[in-house]
């Protein structure tokens, strides 16, 4: 079935994932379909299908949007025409959250799933690893989240009286997978430029000189590490090929 521009392919949609150029993800699954299949696309905020015109945190108007159901049919079409109506541009994901987990793509279990304006404590360490766990947060989990700069002997204590995420003291691949992304080829990415394995890694090591605050620094490093994951992503499909 041919729904011309009111829908995008799970294809068309992945390439997106983790870059400043992702769509607002809507999933207006039924409650019992989310009991189901706990679990939802990275960075995807669940919104009833019969509220979605009167959710006022949709973002601007200039920001494409998504809008997901379990199989891509009735309720996510719905709802991205309810949008069209109000002057979004939006289309519905083709498939659903169905299509999408046959082909193993990358999801969040509905438990670390955060909400808009989450809160996360990182640590002032000013550092690629800094940087990196900005990234995934924003790009992977929360593009609104509030990040919480404080030293790292505070992060912990400081997460608790704020009711925020915090980052054990392990490798970040291995705290986010703890946290429920799931997403090998991310985790891959992740330990490269932890390890230094990444070209970026040195670049996001130069930014301390341009940026004295933490959260511009965090906001500069993003398209370095956009533009890294990407070829990171491109650099593995040519293996496989």
């Known amino acids: 079935m041919d729904h011309g521009t009111d829908s995008i392919l799970a294809t068309e949609l992945l390439p997106l994932l983790g870059t400043g150029k992702a769509p607002c993800l809507i999933d207006v699954s039924l409650p019992e379909d989310i009991t189901t299949d706990p679990w939802r696309l990275p960075t995807a905020r669940h919104v009833p ?9 949709l973002p601007t108007q200039s920001m494409p949007v998504v809008t997901i159901c379990q199989k891509g049919l009735k309720l996510s079409h719905g709802a991205a025409a309810t949008l069209r ?6 289309r519905a994901l083709e498939g659903g959250n ?15 799933a955060a909400t808009p304006g989450s809160r996360w404590v990182l640590p ?5 690893k800094a940087c990196l766990a900005a990234w ?10 509030k ?8 992060a912990q204590d400081v997460a608790t009286r704020f009711e925020a995420h915090a980052l054990p003291e392990t490798p970040l691949a291995q705290s986010f ?10 985790m891959d990415f992740v330990a490269s430029v932890e390890a230094i394995a990444s070209p970026v890694t040195p670049l996001l090591g130069m930014l301390p000189n341009l940026h004295e605050r933490d959260e511009d620094l965090a906001q500069a490093a993003m398209p370095f590490l956009d533009a890294a994951w990407l070829l990171h ?9």
């Open 147 to 154: 990040l919480l700069w404080v030293p790292s002997a505070h």
């Open 233 to 241: 992503r491109q650099s593995n499909r040519q293996e496989v090929a």
């Open 98 to 112: 169905t299509a999408w987990c046959a082909a193993h793509y990358p999801h969040l279990e509905l438990k670390a």
């Open 49 to 57: 299908h019969m509220e979605i015109q009167n959710w006022f945190a």
């Open 136 to 145: 995934v947060i924003r790009r992977w989990y929360d593009p609104d989240a």
């Open 85 to 90: 109506s109000i002057g979004f541009y939006a």
């Open 124 to 128: 002032t360490t000013r550092d690629a």
């Open 177 to 186: 997978a703890a946290k429920g992304l799931i997403c090998p080829d991310l």
